[in-house]
């Protein structure tokens, strides 16, 4: 059974357009992250939702809005596409506690935006 | 935000051959993990190490956690080809929900 699913795999748009990407988690974790996979491969967090209240906001274009309808998902939004946002958004998921091993996160497999 | 120094950054290997990466942090951390990313996936959890000194192996994977709390290593022993892909260490903060993340050891392995 997959742990961090998300939907879709591939997204091809064009520019000015508006997408979704969905993210479920099926381990029963508290807390879900977005992160954006540059070109050079570089990791970097966008949002982060504790029990669906937002505690992570890096310095993100207001264009991007994360959704958490419930602890399980947590959506990215994406307003007026441009050619920058072409990249790997990966969600991911952890126990979020302050407990060992409560921290470490499980990534989905990776959804890859081409906006043209 | 902050980075880690991860290095080398790539490397071109010969099966058989060991490897050995590092993490570096101006910061301490309390948790370093390590992480391998396959071509079209996402990073999969290889080593957690929670306690500065802490030697974990998984196979033929070894990862130390420093004993100053800024620097973490990953040894692979006898590379296979399946060993390709890209590498990175993660280090969280006490008290903190994220990771800081390495930019990654991007291994190739010559058959």
Redesign the interface.
Not at chain 2, 40 to 45: D, N
């Given at each position: 059974d997959t742990a961090v699913s998300q939907t879709p795999k591939y997204l091809v748009t064009q520019m000015g357009n508006d997408k979704s990407i969905k993210c479920e988690q099926n381990l029963g974790h508290d807390t879900m992250y977005w992160y954006k996979q540059d070109s050079k491969k570089f990791l970097k967090i966008m949002f982060s939702y504790n029990n669906k209240e937002l505690i992570i906001n890096e310095t993100v274009p207001n264009r991007f809005s994360p959704k958490s309808p419930d602890k399980a998902h947590l959506n990215l939004h994406i307003n007026s596409l441009e050619l920058g946002d072409s990249a790997v958004y990966f969600c991911a998921s952890s126990q979020g506690g302050g407990g060992q091993g409560e921290e470490t996160q499980y990534f989905g497999p990776g959804t890859r935006l081409l906006v043209l | 935000?902050q980075q880690l120094n991860q290095s080398p950054q790539s490397m071109f290997i010969q099966e058989g051959e060991d490897v050995s990466m590092n993490c570096t942090s101006s910061s301490i951390f309390n948790?370093w993990?390590w992480?391998k990313?396959d071509p079209?996936?996402?990073?999969?959890?290889l080593i957690?190490l929670?306690k500065a000194g802490e030697l974990t192996s998984n196979g033929r994977l070894t990862a130390q956690f420093g004993i100053t709390r800024k620097d973490s290593f990953l040894n692979i022993s006898a590379s296979i080809p399946s060993d390709v892909g890209?590498y990175?260490c993660?280090g969280?903060k006490a008290?903190s929900?994220?990771?800081t993340?390495g930019?990654?050891t991007?291994l190739s392995v010559i058959p």
């Open positions: - | 935000g948790t993990l992480y990313q079209g996936e996402g990073p999969v959890l957690a929670y890209i990175f993660a969280r008290g929900y994220q990771l993340f930019k990654g991007k």
